[in-house]
């Protein structure tokens, strides 16, 4: 009998540990779901104002546009790695209660990753079209006739001197 006692003791201990396992995992994935959602919301906000800068022209501020865009990139990427392998515990571990809010958070995620992916997109084309711009004022730069003639040159001065008399 005591073996039994010791077995259903081990048991319930067992799945006492199993839950606090799971809600250790759910915790943990819910904390990163939502601080990955908040990354790609500031990245929206980035991608908002950085479509600004590309029509206003400003190089400087454009880079420094980019560079934060790199670093939320990084850090999405970075959070992303933590969060496959606790999306699979959560899955393994049973949790499918929908007491959780973690559907809703993941549904609210996959909404922001498509908003950013077509604001990207967006300001890509927008910076495709500010470069087709300048090169084409380049060409216009560099093909203009006043642009080549020396600054020196006037239309009155003397190309050829007679020095012979």
Not at 30 to 49: G, I, N, P
């Amino acid at each position: 009998m005591t073996a039994i006692v010791k077995n259903k003791s081990v048991t319930s201990g067992h799945s006492r540990v199993s839950a606090e396992t799971r809600a250790a995992i759910i915790k943990r994935y819910r904390e990163l779901l939502l601080r990955q959602r908040d990354s790609f919301r500031t990245y929206l906000t980035v991608l908002d104002k950085q479509q600004a800068i590309i029509g206003s022209g400003s190089a400087e501020d454009l880079l420094a546009y980019v560079e934060m865009e790199e670093h939320i990139i990084a850090d999405i990427f970075a959070i992303q790695k933590v969060i496959n392998p606790l999306e699979s515990m959560y899955r393994s571990s049973g949790a499918s209660d929908t007491a959780d809010d973690i559907p809703v958070i993941k549904s609210a995620l996959e909404y922001l990753k498509i908003q950013t992916a077509e604001q990207s997109g967006y300001n890509r084309d927008l910076i495709k079209t500010r470069m087709e711009g300048i090169r084409t004022a380049i060409r216009t730069l560099k093909n203009n006739p006043v642009s080549r003639a020396s600054l020196f040159r006037t239309e009155n001065t003397a190309s050829l001197i007679d020095i012979s008399g």
